[in-house]
């Protein structure tokens, strides 16, 4: 069965820390994944995407995401967490159908 | 240029009304998708529409919820009658048709949701 996993629901970091968000897929082909974000009030933006080629993919707001075949991850990082990065983000994988994650809460600490 | 925008923002209707949900895609993106994320649950894919057709609505709950795209240009969701159940929040989103090979087709970008509450 086609599922994403993101096994923290909530996670607390100091504002300057690294952060790491955790996801496992299982899909049958070759996923395409995506990493959004969705602040208070807001919709959901989409970080970055994998579709190929390079395993480490960079997005927008510092954040970087690598995939790994053999684990079924795509982790999403940030060397240095700012206040503003405080949302739940969301794991993503699939075509035009996407199976989403239950998400994680960040909650960033002055 | 404008993102996906949905109306209205928030909903509160009774058990047993109607609801119409609308989403207006990003000008030119001829794939629309609806999703919805009940609270606390993962978000859900409902349908894709190309155009004005149905391509995939295997996501839908129930012949309660009725989805349109006519003209291909923006869409509905009717909910008709409402249960508690429904409550919750619909996204909408769009993203380019190129081809099947090219991946901007598959990369989609999301409304700012209605909170669809039945009380």
């Known amino acids: 069965a086609q599922s994403v996993t993101q096994p923290d629901i909530h996670i607390t970091v100091s504002e300057g820390a690294s952060l790491e968000l955790r996801c496992n897929y299982s899909y049958g082909a070759t996923p395409y994944l995506f990493w959004y974000v969705q602040s208070p009030g807001q919709g959901l933006q989409l970080l970055l995407k994998?579709?190929?080629?390079?395993?480490l993919v960079q997005g927008i707001k510092g954040f970087e995401a690598e995939f790994k075949r053999s684990q079924s991850s795509f982790n999403l990082r940030k060397p240095s967490v700012h206040w503003s990065d405080a949302a739940e983000y969301f794991c993503a994988v699939g075509l035009h159908k996407y199976i989403f994650g239950t998400g994680t809460r960040l909650k960033v600490l002055a | 240029e404008a993102g996906v925008t949905q109306f209205p923002s928030h909903s509160v209707i009774e058990k047993g009304q109607t609801v119409t949900l609308r989403c207006d895609p990003i000008?030119?993106?001829?794939?629309l998708y609806w999703y919805r994320r009940v609270m606390g649950k993962e978000i859900k894919f409902l349908l894709h529409?190309?155009?004005?057709?149905?391509?995939?609505e295997s996501g839908m709950p129930n012949n309660r919820f009725l989805a349109e795209r006519t003209g291909g240009t923006y869409s509905t969701l009717k909910v008709q009658p409402a249960e508690l159940e429904d409550s919750g929040v619909y996204f909408c989103?769009?993203?380019?048709?190129?081809?099947?090979?090219?991946?901007?087709?598959?990369?989609?970008?999301f409304g700012p949701g209605t909170r669809l509450t039945v009380t």
């Open positions: 000008s030119g993106h001829d794939n």
């Open positions: 989103a769009s993203s380019q048709e190129v081809s099947r090979w090219d991946k901007l087709s598959y990369e989609q970008y």
């Open positions: 529409f190309v155009k004005e057709s149905k391509q995939d």
């Open positions: 994998y579709f190929s080629g390079d395993t």
